[in-house]
């Protein structure tokens, strides 16, 4: 018999895999690209929404920070300052991470500015847009 754990993570396995989006991760941004799958979470979460969210103000029991989730066969744990790429205008400066949970690791990030972007793409793509000298991993990402 299955114990709740299993169909847990099974179900976590799942969602990765329906809900993921092609990345490349790098430790630098002259490094070596890793391909991944993420689950991009940019959305506002109520943190707690009981009866204290209405004697307080709200904005103290909301979490607005990006996140992004990795599956912690492909990265066991993201380096705090490291970059995620999920296209020439989505790009991440990965933060603090949450230990692991059913498989996946959670990591505050935040979006790169226009001059940000700019400035990285000069770095992993010197011909951008001309990308055909790129390492495989960076196919259908740039």
Do not use: C, N
């Amino acid at each position: 018999m299955s114990r709740w754990r299993d169909h847990k993570r099974a179900a976590a396995r799942a969602l990765h895999a329906t809900m993921g989006v092609p990345a490349v991760y790098l430790t630098t941004l002259d490094g070596d690209p890793l391909r991944v799958e993420v689950r991009v979470h940019t959305d506002i979460q109520a943190v707690d929404f009981g009866r204290a969210a209405f004697d307080e103000a709200f904005s103290s029991f909301v979490d607005d920070t990006p996140k992004l989730i990795f599956d912690q066969s492909e990265v066991e744990s993201p380096l705090s300052r490291s970059w995620v790429v999920v296209g020439p205008e989505e790009m991440y400066r990965i933060g603090p991470s949450r230990p692991p949970k059913s498989g996946h690791i959670a990591a505050e990030v935040t979006p790169l500015t226009v001059t940000e972007k700019t400035a990285a793409l000069a770095v992993f793509a010197p011909d951008w847009p001309d990308v055909s000298a790129l390492d495989a991993a960076w196919e259908g990402i740039l």
